[in-house]
Protein backbone atom coordinates (compact mmCIF):
# COMPACT_ATOMS: atom_id res chain seq x y z
CA UNK A 1 0.00 0.00 0.00
CA UNK A 2 1.03 3.63 -0.64
CA UNK A 3 1.62 5.22 2.80
CA UNK A 4 0.09 8.82 1.61
CA UNK A 5 0.02 9.69 5.06
CA UNK A 6 3.41 9.11 6.57
CA UNK A 7 4.18 12.64 6.61
CA UNK A 8 2.17 16.01 7.74
CA UNK A 9 0.20 18.03 5.00
CA UNK A 10 1.99 21.88 4.36
CA UNK A 11 -0.01 22.77 7.34
CA UNK A 12 2.20 23.37 10.20
CA UNK A 13 0.15 20.66 12.33
CA UNK A 14 3.23 17.98 13.54
CA UNK A 15 1.83 14.43 14.14
CA UNK A 16 1.48 12.65 17.54
CA UNK A 17 0.58 9.18 16.61
CA UNK A 18 1.30 7.32 13.26
CA UNK A 19 0.37 3.70 12.62
CA UNK A 20 2.45 2.47 9.31
CA UNK A 21 0.56 -0.87 7.66
CA UNK A 22 -1.16 -2.00 11.11
CA UNK A 23 -2.28 -5.24 10.40
CA UNK A 24 -4.53 -7.77 12.84
CA UNK A 25 -5.36 -11.26 12.66
CA UNK A 26 -7.60 -13.98 14.51
CA UNK A 27 -6.96 -17.34 13.81
CA UNK A 28 -9.79 -19.44 13.57
CA UNK A 29 -10.42 -23.06 14.73
CA UNK A 30 -11.39 -26.32 13.01
CA UNK A 31 -14.72 -26.95 12.58
CA UNK A 32 -16.12 -30.11 12.73
CA UNK A 33 -16.17 -30.93 9.42
CA UNK A 34 -12.86 -29.57 7.82
CA UNK A 35 -11.04 -31.60 10.68
CA UNK A 36 -11.79 -34.81 9.01
CA UNK A 37 -11.68 -33.06 5.60
CA UNK A 38 -7.71 -31.83 6.89
CA UNK A 39 -8.35 -28.36 5.71
CA UNK A 40 -6.23 -25.51 6.93
CA UNK A 41 -6.97 -23.17 9.45
CA UNK A 42 -8.39 -19.77 8.39
CA UNK A 43 -7.65 -16.59 9.79
CA UNK A 44 -9.99 -13.32 10.25
CA UNK A 45 -8.36 -10.18 9.02
CA UNK A 46 -9.79 -7.37 11.19
CA UNK A 47 -7.21 -5.05 9.77
CA UNK A 48 -5.04 -5.28 6.93
CA UNK A 49 -2.28 -2.69 6.40
CA UNK A 50 -3.61 0.52 7.74
CA UNK A 51 -1.62 3.67 7.58
CA UNK A 52 -2.91 6.71 9.97
CA UNK A 53 -1.71 9.88 11.08
CA UNK A 54 -3.04 12.05 14.11
CA UNK A 55 -1.89 15.35 14.21
CA UNK A 56 -1.22 17.18 17.46
CA UNK A 57 -4.43 19.40 18.09
CA UNK A 58 -7.46 18.17 15.56
CA UNK A 59 -10.01 15.92 15.56
CA UNK A 60 -9.96 12.84 13.07
CA UNK A 61 -12.81 10.69 12.68
CA UNK A 62 -12.88 7.59 12.00
CA UNK A 63 -16.14 6.05 9.92
CA UNK A 64 -16.99 3.15 8.02
CA UNK A 65 -19.38 0.52 9.22
CA UNK A 66 -19.82 -2.07 11.82
CA UNK A 67 -17.29 -4.66 11.47
CA UNK A 68 -15.10 -2.64 9.15
CA UNK A 69 -11.68 -2.83 11.79
CA UNK A 70 -12.79 0.69 13.80
CA UNK A 71 -12.72 -0.35 17.47
CA UNK A 72 -10.17 -2.79 16.59
CA UNK A 73 -7.75 0.52 16.21
CA UNK A 74 -8.66 1.91 18.50
CA UNK A 75 -8.03 -1.03 21.00
CA UNK A 76 -4.23 -1.25 19.51
CA UNK A 77 -3.36 2.59 19.94
CA UNK A 78 -4.40 2.26 23.22
CA UNK A 79 -2.22 -1.06 24.41
CA UNK A 80 -5.39 -2.91 24.88
CA UNK A 81 -4.29 -5.31 21.82
CA UNK A 82 -1.12 -5.94 19.98
CA UNK A 83 -1.36 -5.66 16.66
CA UNK A 84 -0.29 -8.66 14.21
CA UNK A 85 1.73 -6.84 11.86
CA UNK A 86 3.11 -3.49 11.50
CA UNK A 87 4.71 -0.37 13.33
CA UNK A 88 2.97 2.25 15.99
CA UNK A 89 4.41 5.80 16.56
CA UNK A 90 4.09 7.55 19.11
CA UNK A 91 6.04 11.14 18.74
CA UNK A 92 7.16 13.21 21.22
CA UNK A 93 7.85 10.41 23.50
CA UNK A 94 10.82 10.25 25.66
CA UNK A 95 13.37 7.02 24.68
CA UNK A 96 12.72 4.84 27.13
CA UNK A 97 9.16 5.79 28.50
CA UNK A 98 8.00 2.85 30.43
CA UNK A 99 4.29 0.92 30.31
CA UNK A 100 2.79 4.03 32.77
CA UNK A 101 3.75 6.33 30.80
CA UNK A 102 2.76 4.94 27.40
CA UNK A 103 -0.66 4.37 28.84
CA UNK A 104 -0.61 7.90 30.33
CA UNK A 105 -0.36 9.45 27.17
CA UNK A 106 -2.97 8.14 25.24
CA UNK A 107 -6.67 7.55 26.56
CA UNK A 108 -9.51 5.60 25.36
CA UNK A 109 -13.27 7.11 26.50
CA UNK A 110 -15.57 3.80 25.75
CA UNK A 111 -19.03 3.25 23.73
CA UNK A 112 -20.92 2.31 26.95
CA UNK A 113 -20.60 4.39 29.89
CA UNK A 114 -22.61 1.73 31.45
CA UNK A 115 -20.19 -0.97 31.24
CA UNK A 116 -16.90 0.93 31.03
CA UNK A 117 -17.16 2.45 35.09
CA UNK A 118 -16.39 -0.04 38.13
CA UNK A 119 -20.01 0.30 40.04
CA UNK A 120 -18.26 -1.01 43.20
CA UNK A 121 -16.43 2.18 43.35
CA UNK A 122 -17.34 5.86 43.86
CA UNK A 123 -16.18 8.77 41.61
CA UNK A 124 -14.08 10.05 44.01
CA UNK A 125 -12.15 6.99 44.46
CA UNK A 126 -11.77 6.42 41.34
CA UNK A 127 -10.14 9.75 40.29
CA UNK A 128 -8.59 9.62 43.23
CA UNK A 129 -6.60 6.02 42.40
CA UNK A 130 -5.43 7.52 39.12
CA UNK A 131 -3.94 10.89 40.56
CA UNK A 132 -2.15 9.10 42.97
CA UNK A 133 -0.96 6.30 40.50
CA UNK A 134 0.46 8.50 38.26
CA UNK A 135 1.34 11.65 40.44
CA UNK A 136 -0.33 13.92 38.58
CA UNK A 137 -0.49 15.91 41.37
CA UNK A 138 1.00 16.35 45.13
CA UNK A 139 -1.35 14.49 47.69
CA UNK A 140 -2.96 17.26 49.18
CA UNK A 141 -4.01 18.53 46.38
CA UNK A 142 -6.25 15.58 44.89
CA UNK A 143 -9.67 16.03 46.32
CA UNK A 144 -9.12 20.15 44.79
CA UNK A 145 -8.07 18.91 41.14
CA UNK A 146 -10.72 15.59 41.35
CA UNK A 147 -13.31 18.64 41.83
CA UNK A 148 -11.69 20.35 38.76
CA UNK A 149 -11.81 17.44 37.01
CA UNK A 150 -15.26 17.24 37.55
CA UNK A 151 -16.25 20.77 37.18
CA UNK A 152 -14.75 20.78 33.48
CA UNK A 153 -17.02 17.92 31.68
CA UNK A 154 -19.86 19.84 33.41
CA UNK A 155 -20.33 18.06 36.94
CA UNK A 156 -20.14 19.44 40.64
CA UNK A 157 -18.50 18.50 43.61
CA UNK A 158 -21.33 16.13 44.95
CA UNK A 159 -19.98 13.40 42.17
CA UNK A 160 -17.32 12.45 44.44
CA UNK A 161 -19.11 10.23 46.94
CA UNK A 162 -21.68 8.87 44.54
CA UNK A 163 -21.87 5.92 42.34
CA UNK A 164 -21.94 5.09 38.80
CA UNK A 165 -25.15 3.74 39.56
CA UNK A 166 -26.47 7.37 40.65
CA UNK A 167 -25.84 8.73 37.32
CA UNK A 168 -27.53 8.36 33.55
CA UNK A 169 -26.00 7.75 30.65
CA UNK A 170 -25.27 10.84 29.76
CA UNK A 171 -23.46 11.45 33.07
CA UNK A 172 -21.71 8.62 33.21
CA UNK A 173 -20.17 9.65 29.82
CA UNK A 174 -18.67 12.57 31.54
CA UNK A 175 -17.27 10.48 34.27
CA UNK A 176 -15.87 8.23 31.95
CA UNK A 177 -14.11 11.65 29.95
CA UNK A 178 -13.54 12.34 33.43
CA UNK A 179 -11.60 9.84 33.98
CA UNK A 180 -9.46 9.79 30.54
CA UNK A 181 -8.65 13.58 31.83
CA UNK A 182 -7.07 12.83 34.66
CA UNK A 183 -4.07 11.55 33.90
CA UNK A 184 -3.07 14.45 31.06
CA UNK A 185 -3.08 12.33 27.91
CA UNK A 186 -1.84 13.86 24.65
CA UNK A 187 -4.43 11.82 22.62
CA UNK A 188 -8.03 10.76 23.53
CA UNK A 189 -9.26 7.89 21.86
CA UNK A 190 -12.83 7.89 21.61
CA UNK A 191 -14.78 4.42 20.01
CA UNK A 192 -18.43 5.76 19.64
CA UNK A 193 -18.70 7.72 22.64
CA UNK A 194 -22.62 8.74 21.91
CA UNK A 195 -23.81 6.17 19.76
CA UNK A 196 -25.49 4.31 23.37
CA UNK A 197 -26.78 7.56 24.39
CA UNK A 198 -30.30 9.05 23.74
CA UNK A 199 -30.09 11.60 20.37
CA UNK A 200 -31.08 14.79 23.31
CA UNK A 201 -27.92 14.20 25.10
CA UNK A 202 -25.42 13.26 22.13
CA UNK A 203 -25.35 17.06 21.28
CA UNK A 204 -24.06 17.60 24.57
CA UNK A 205 -21.14 15.26 24.91
CA UNK A 206 -20.01 16.67 21.14
CA UNK A 207 -19.98 19.75 22.00
CA UNK A 208 -18.03 18.62 25.54
CA UNK A 209 -15.61 17.00 23.27
CA UNK A 210 -15.09 20.02 21.10
CA UNK A 211 -14.71 22.35 24.09
CA UNK A 212 -12.04 19.75 25.38
CA UNK A 213 -10.15 20.29 22.28
CA UNK A 214 -9.97 23.77 22.28
CA UNK A 215 -9.38 24.66 25.38
CA UNK A 216 -6.73 21.83 26.24
CA UNK A 217 -5.57 21.10 22.33
CA UNK A 218 -5.75 17.42 22.60
CA UNK A 219 -5.83 15.27 20.04
CA UNK A 220 -8.89 13.14 19.58
CA UNK A 221 -9.32 10.27 17.28
CA UNK A 222 -13.17 9.90 16.87
CA UNK A 223 -14.43 6.85 15.98
CA UNK A 224 -18.02 6.93 14.66
CA UNK A 225 -20.04 5.03 11.96
CA UNK A 226 -22.33 7.44 11.22
CA UNK A 227 -20.66 10.58 9.18
CA UNK A 228 -23.58 13.54 10.59
CA UNK A 229 -22.08 12.86 13.95
CA UNK A 230 -18.54 14.06 13.09
CA UNK A 231 -19.51 16.44 10.35
CA UNK A 232 -18.82 20.09 12.51
CA UNK A 233 -16.66 17.98 15.22
CA UNK A 234 -13.79 16.69 13.29
CA UNK A 235 -10.51 18.64 11.37
CA UNK A 236 -10.11 15.61 9.15
CA UNK A 237 -11.81 12.41 7.80
CA UNK A 238 -10.37 8.77 7.58
CA UNK A 239 -12.91 6.15 6.00
CA UNK A 240 -12.44 2.64 6.75
CA UNK A 241 -14.09 -0.23 4.95
CA UNK A 242 -13.78 -4.08 5.69
CA UNK A 243 -10.06 -3.45 7.76
CA UNK A 244 -8.70 -0.49 5.48
CA UNK A 245 -8.70 3.22 5.31
CA UNK A 246 -10.53 3.92 1.79
CA UNK A 247 -10.23 7.51 1.85
CA UNK A 248 -9.00 10.50 3.69
CA UNK A 249 -9.75 14.71 3.78
CA UNK A 250 -10.11 17.66 5.22
CA UNK A 251 -14.20 16.94 6.46
CA UNK A 252 -15.42 20.00 4.34
CA UNK A 253 -13.60 18.03 1.28
CA UNK A 254 -14.97 14.66 2.43
CA UNK A 255 -18.45 16.19 2.35
CA UNK A 256 -18.15 18.56 -0.67
CA UNK A 257 -16.06 16.12 -3.11
CA UNK A 258 -16.08 12.32 -1.83
CA UNK A 259 -13.89 10.11 -4.06
CA UNK A 260 -14.54 6.91 -2.96
CA UNK A 261 -17.97 5.13 -3.61
CA UNK A 262 -18.18 4.17 -0.39
CA UNK A 263 -17.33 7.37 1.18
CA UNK A 264 -20.30 8.80 -1.04
CA UNK A 265 -22.59 6.11 0.10
CA UNK A 266 -22.26 6.41 3.73
CA UNK A 267 -22.61 10.49 3.05
CA UNK A 268 -26.21 9.44 0.98
CA UNK A 269 -27.28 7.84 3.62
CA UNK A 270 -27.34 10.75 5.89
CA UNK A 271 -31.45 11.63 6.18
CA UNK A 272 -32.26 14.77 4.31
CA UNK A 273 -35.45 17.29 4.31
CA UNK A 274 -36.14 17.02 0.47
CA UNK A 275 -36.37 13.11 -1.01
CA UNK A 276 -34.91 14.61 -4.51
CA UNK A 277 -31.53 16.39 -2.41
CA UNK A 278 -28.97 13.69 -3.63
CA UNK A 279 -28.69 11.23 -6.19
CA UNK A 280 -29.15 7.61 -5.33
CA UNK A 281 -26.71 6.97 -8.27
CA UNK A 282 -24.03 5.41 -5.35
CA UNK A 283 -26.48 3.57 -2.98
CA UNK A 284 -24.87 0.36 -2.13
CA UNK A 285 -26.71 -2.87 -1.38
CA UNK A 286 -26.05 -5.70 0.74
CA UNK A 287 -23.46 -6.70 4.29
CA UNK A 288 -20.26 -5.97 3.59
CA UNK A 289 -18.42 -9.55 2.97
CA UNK A 290 -16.80 -11.61 5.80
CA UNK A 291 -13.13 -10.67 6.52
CA UNK A 292 -12.87 -14.15 6.91
CA UNK A 293 -13.45 -14.37 2.82
CA UNK A 294 -11.94 -10.75 1.63
CA UNK A 295 -12.91 -10.18 -2.08
CA UNK A 296 -10.21 -10.15 -4.39
CA UNK A 297 -9.54 -7.43 -6.24
CA UNK A 298 -10.96 -3.74 -4.44
CA UNK A 299 -12.94 -5.42 -1.46
CA UNK A 300 -15.81 -3.31 -2.21
CA UNK A 301 -16.19 -3.86 -5.72
CA UNK A 302 -19.27 -6.60 -5.13
CA UNK A 303 -21.19 -3.33 -3.80
CA UNK A 304 -19.88 -0.77 -5.75
CA UNK A 305 -22.22 0.34 -8.38
CA UNK A 306 -19.39 1.71 -10.58
CA UNK A 307 -17.04 -1.07 -10.47
CA UNK A 308 -15.68 -2.42 -13.64
CA UNK A 309 -13.68 -5.21 -14.51
CA UNK A 310 -9.94 -4.23 -13.46
CA UNK A 311 -12.05 -3.32 -10.01
CA UNK A 312 -12.13 -7.53 -9.62
CA UNK A 313 -8.46 -8.10 -9.70
CA UNK A 314 -6.84 -5.00 -9.17
CA UNK A 315 -6.30 -4.35 -5.26
CA UNK A 316 -5.69 -0.40 -5.02
CA UNK A 317 -4.09 1.30 -2.66
CA UNK A 318 -4.05 4.79 -0.96
CA UNK A 319 -3.37 7.19 -3.86
CA UNK A 320 -3.30 11.17 -3.79
CA UNK A 321 -6.20 12.54 -5.13
CA UNK A 322 -5.68 16.18 -4.44
CA UNK A 323 -3.99 18.35 -1.63
CA UNK A 324 -4.33 16.79 1.72
CA UNK A 325 -6.76 14.12 0.30
CA UNK A 326 -6.41 10.45 -0.93
CA UNK A 327 -8.65 7.96 -2.40
CA UNK A 328 -8.49 4.01 -2.74
CA UNK A 329 -10.24 3.58 -5.59
CA UNK A 330 -9.35 2.78 -9.08
CA UNK A 331 -11.82 5.40 -10.42
CA UNK A 332 -11.58 8.16 -8.15
CA UNK A 333 -10.47 10.57 -10.95
CA UNK A 334 -13.55 9.52 -13.15
CA UNK A 335 -16.48 9.82 -10.82
CA UNK A 336 -18.66 12.19 -11.36
CA UNK A 337 -19.12 16.04 -9.61
CA UNK A 338 -21.13 15.47 -6.13
CA UNK A 339 -24.09 17.31 -5.47
CA UNK A 340 -25.04 16.01 -1.94
CA UNK A 341 -22.45 17.87 -0.07
CA UNK A 342 -23.22 21.84 -0.02
CA UNK A 343 -27.19 21.21 0.43
CA UNK A 344 -26.57 18.85 3.51
CA UNK A 345 -24.37 21.67 5.12
CA UNK A 346 -27.43 23.81 4.72
CA UNK A 347 -29.79 21.80 6.51
CA UNK A 348 -27.66 20.36 9.21
Not at 169 to 177: H, K, S, T, V, Y
Not at 213 to 229: C, T
Amino acid sequence: MTDVTAQPEATGQQAVLRVANISKEYQLGHGLFSRFGGAQKTSLKALDGVDLELRRGEVLALVGESGSGKSTLAKILVGALNPTGGEIHELGLADGAGRRERARRVQMVFQDPYSSLNPRISVGSMLAGLLRLHRVVPAGEVRAESIRLLNRVGLQEDALSAYPSQFSGGQRQRLAIARALAVRPDVLVADEPVSALDVSVQATILELFRSLQDELGLSILFVAHNLAVVQHLSQRVAVMYLGRIVETAETAEIFSNPRHPYTRALIDSIPRMSADSVTDQFEVEGEPPSPINVPSGCRFHPRCPVAVDRCRTEDPGLSPVGPGHASACLLAAELPAYRGGPELKEEQ
